[in-house]
């Protein structure tokens, strides 16, 4: 028989719903009955122990808030009697824990495609990358040609990455612009980049040379548009030998130390932190366990969770730049006369999350237990091997873009409510529950919430880790990839001239 509702941690004084009650239900906890107060959908809370005011609300075995009046047992916990413990900056001190990571039992291998300057490559597609929002649409009509032309090629596809910027940007707006489209050129899924500039932008192609750095001329090519005579010929030809020189590319074994994972999760609900995001957080343990890398992003998304994973910081530098990250980004809200708690979306609410330090405390178990290596600015391309915090939005198309853009070759995105949004690499969508997983077969890659039926941790993790060597050895293809769904966003936060 599946349970009907789960007990997080031990220390509770709520439990969450695995099915829809309705008020006058009775359930039974240690011997005891509850009589449920009020109709609860699946996902939510329910109090086990009274709760008087001002006392806080345990989940995970953390506060997750406390009580705006008193709560009774069998009461639905939510958001009209909880309220966030959060506010602004804090000071932190620097408690190391340690935490073993899972053996390895056998090492293992993946087919990838070896690049120039020693990284490895999981897809053999072309891209075009426009310098600036003007020209979205000549890039879409060259990747629409040259897909048409190429057909019959192997390789893997011409793809386009639209974007508003590029032109009248100033400051860090123009610098996140240029770092995050310089990573995107030079990303290893991408075999060869067209780079289409116009010409008069404050992006234009010789200063976004200067920040791309050095770069293979044989698979990176650039096409000014206003100085060509007729762009769409010139760059199919351009395209064209790209195409060429890629389709004689073929995969190579490589370890598996060699691959970089981004994790994100979106559309959470009730069970993100009890399904999805433990396991995903399981898999991230098991690759950094082989040698290979994560990336961990979502600052506001860390508010009221950032002491985890403070105290698995490999040193203090580490501790300290993990202490500036989240407060750099509380500053930003305060900048912007916005609450640092402004947070759960209506959405994660529908689904059972009231406050953000519970949706906090539900998003950092993506990065398991591993040691944190690294803190990365925006746009910044991780380094080292091991757990990285990357500086992003909770925002999804923007947090996935910041993600392929520090060079995971996969995110693994994590959701309760679903979404077919997938970004410039394979966006694995992994649902928190079998009814999302079921419903939507175009979206969901797969299903986390057997977790909660009697699936064992360790089995589907095995089952996860088997799926992301087949995914990164190119024999399947992640949802966002069969459909189609490829975008990028980058990150805004000045005026526009």
């Not at 899972?102 to 293992?108: D, F, N, S």
Request: glycine share 10%; aromatic share 8%; charged share 25%.
């Amino acid at each position: 028989m599946k349970p009907t509702y789960l007990k997080v941690h031990q220390d509770d004084n709520v439990i969450v719903t695995l099915q829809n009650y309705q008020s006058g239900d009775q359930i039974t906890i240690d011997s005891e009955t509850i009589i449920i107060k009020k109709d609860t959908p699946v996902g939510h809370k329910i109090a086990i122990k009274p709760i008087t005011p001002k006392a806080n609300i345990i989940k995970y075995g953390f506060p997750i808030g406390h009580a705006k009046k008193a709560i009774e047992i069998g009461d639905w916990v939510h958001t009209e009697n909880v309220k966030t413990n959060l506010e602004g900056t804090l000071n932190y001190e620097y408690n190391p824990k340690e935490r073993e990571l899972p053996e390895v039992e056998e090492e293992r291998t993946f087919m990838a495609y070896k690049r120039n300057n020693g990284d490895v490559g999981i897809r053999n597609e072309v891209w075009v990358i426009p310098t600036v929002g003007c020209i979205n649409k000549t890039a879409e009509l060259l990747t629409k040609m040259a897909n048409e032309e190429n057909r019959h090629q192997s390789f893997d596809g011409v793809f386009h990455y639209p974007h508003p910027f590029g032109c009248s940007q100033l400051g860090d707006d123009l610098n996140f612009t240029q770092r995050i489209l310089s990573n995107l050129v030079q990303h290893p899924n991408a075999s060869a980049v067209l780079v289409l500039g116009l010409g008069c932008e404050n992006n234009h192609i010789k200063e976004f040379k200067k920040v791309l750095g050095d770069y293979d001329s044989q698979f990176i090519r650039f096409l000014g548009v206003q100085e060509a005579g007729d762009e769409l010929e010139e760059g199919l030809e351009i395209l064209n030998e790209l195409i060429e020189g890629v389709s004689k590319l073929e995969r190579e074994e490589v370890p598996l130390s060699k691959l970089k994972i981004g994790l994100k999760c979106g559309g959470s609900d009730g069970l993100s932190g009890i399904t999805a995001n433990p396991l995903v957080g399981a898999l991230s343990d098991t690759i950094i366990s082989h040698g290979g890398s994560t990336v961990l992003t979502e600052v506001p998304e860390m508010f009221g969770a950032e002491t985890i994973l403070m105290e698995r910081a490999k040193s203090q530098e580490v501790f300290n730049d993990i202490v500036t990250l989240v407060n750099d980004f509380k500053e930003y809200f305060i900048k912007h006369d916005q609450v640092v708690y402004e947070n759960p979306s209506p959405g994660n609410k529908d689904g059972g999350i009231t406050t953000l330090e519970e949706k906090s405390l539900g998003c950092v178990q993506k990065g398991g237990f591993s040691k944190i290596v690294d803190v990365l600015p925006y746009g910044g391309r991780v380094k080292e091997k091991g757990l990285t915090l990357v500086q992003g939005p909770g925002n999804d198309l923007v947090s996935v873009t910041a993600l392929a853009a520090s060079g995971a070759h996969i995110v693994l995105f994590t959701t309760g409510r679903g979404t077919p949004f997938g970004g410039p690499v394979p966006t694995v969508k992994i649902s928190t529950n079998s009814r999302l997983y079921h419903k939507k077969k175009n979206w969901i890659d797969f299903n986390a919430g057997e977790l909660v039926e009697g699936k064992p941790m360790e089995q589907l993790n095995k089952e996860l880790f088997n799926y992301i060597i087949d995914l990164a050895s190119g024999n399947i293809r992640a949802k966002n990839e069969q459909f189609g769904f490829k975008e990028i966003a980058i990150f805004k936060d000045g005026v526009i001239l």
